[in-house]
């Protein structure tokens, strides 16, 4: 089991920075890929980005390829969104998640973190 806790969302204007953080439990996170994804209203979930087990493979979304960076802290059981350059249409819930290595299914979520991007 791992229970995901997410923090370091809220209101910033257009063009500004946020950083994300996603706490996770259990003594096996460095066995999990993690993912960050996001939902506006009205919209289907989106995956934002993810990351292996060791940090070395990561996959972008279009939408935020150049301007989001993930990592990730094995030593701490953490998860970053560094999301820089952001727009209005970033507005959304981010949610983190996990997966096994076992798996190609998202299965652990975190209970969200509203980012609001004023124009």
């Known amino acids: 089991q791992v229970q995901l806790v997410e923090s370091g969302g809220g209101l910033v204007q257009a063009g500004g920075s946020l950083r994300l953080s996603c706490a996770a439990s259990?003594?096996?996170?460095?066995?999990?890929?993690m993912g960050w994804f996001r939902q506006a209203p009205g919209l289907e979930r989106e995956r934002v980005a993810t990351?292996?087990?060791?940090?070395?493979?990561?996959v972008y979304s279009d939408s935020v390829k150049g301007r989001f960076t993930i990592s990730r802290d094995n030593a701490k059981n953490t998860v970053y969104l560094q999301m820089n350059s952001l727009a209005p249409e970033d507005t959304a819930v981010y949610y983190c998640?996990?997966?096994?290595?076992?798996?190609?299914?998202?299965?652990?979520w975190g209970q969200g973190t509203q980012v609001t991007v004023s124009s």
């Open positions: 998640a996990a997966r096994s290595i076992l798996t190609t299914t998202y299965g652990y």
């Open positions: 259990g003594r096996t996170f460095s066995t999990y890929f």
């Open positions: 990351i292996s087990p060791t940090g070395v493979n990561i």
